[in-house]
């Protein structure tokens, strides 16, 4: 079973632009949640979803959005990119909300310039 | 109330040794506490996790020691090798929530 995809890997952009970030779950996988994680303030949650639907929001600006598909495909999106943007965001799936069980993806990679 | 602190921030322990990492939490709403693996530009692992009603639980080398009293929880990782130095992170989600509250990471290094 292929894990959690997150695409792209590897993204450059600078101050001002915006940015979507893409991320599928494992199959059959169901909620989704997105993490940002620098040296400095380490993992910090910043949405979860669960039939498209937003759970939970952590504690990040209104530039940071996300949304979840039917097909449980997530995506997340920041404009109005700052420096302190720049980050590994994470993506991690579990089977259904509640299910603590959680995986993550790779990382995509953004500096922000 | 919502914070995990983790220690220490790194460690070196030769190879064959035990490697102990901790971690503390406050509110006791928290019911499952996982510990994640990750290896410089992965995305973390989850290695293993427990439950407050049961004060250990093993898998191969790595043990979760639970004291519910004390609101503290650590990693045990027996016979250390090479292969296990990376940055290893504790959690604690909510009942009911999904959300993974984080440590701050310890750099575990194992000296061959």
């Known amino acids: 079973k292929a894990g959690v995809t997150q695409t792209p890997r590897y993204l450059i952009k600078t101050r001002g632009q915006q940015v979507t970030l893409s991320c599928s779950p494992i199959s059959g996988h169901r909620s989704v949640s997105w993490y940002q994680q620098t040296p400095g303030q380490g993992l910090q949650f910043l949405f979860e979803?669960?039939?498209?639907?937003?759970?939970n929001k952590g504690n990040f600006p209104g530039r940071f959005s996300g949304r979840q598909f039917s097909n449980s495909r997530s995506e997340m999106n920041v404009s109005t990119l700052e420096l302190g943007d720049s980050a590994l965001y994470l993506c991690?799936?579990?089977?259904?909300?509640?299910?603590?069980?959680?995986?993550f993806g790779p990382g995509t990679r953004l500096t922000v310039l | 109330q919502q914070q995990v602190k983790q220690s220490p921030q790194s460690l070196i322990v030769q190879k064959g040794g035990i490697s102990i990492i901790n971690c503390a939490y406050e509110n006791t709403a928290f019911d499952y506490f996982p510990w994640y693996q990750q290896f410089p530009g992965k995305g973390p692992a989850l290695l293993i996790a427990i439950r407050p009603d049961v004060s250990e639980k093993k898998e191969g080398r790595f043990t979760i020691s639970f004291n519910k009293s004390a609101k503290q929880f650590s990693l045990h990782i027996m016979d250390s090798q090479p292969g296990d130095s990376a940055t290893y992170f504790c959690?604690?989600?909510?009942?009911?929530?999904?959300?993974?509250?984080f440590g701050q990471g310890t750099r575990l290094t194992i000296n061959p």
């Open positions: 959690a604690a989600v909510l009942q009911g929530a999904q959300k993974l509250v």
């Open positions: 991690a799936s579990s089977l259904v909300f509640g299910n603590n069980e959680q995986f």
């Open positions: 979803y669960f039939s498209e639907t937003q759970r």
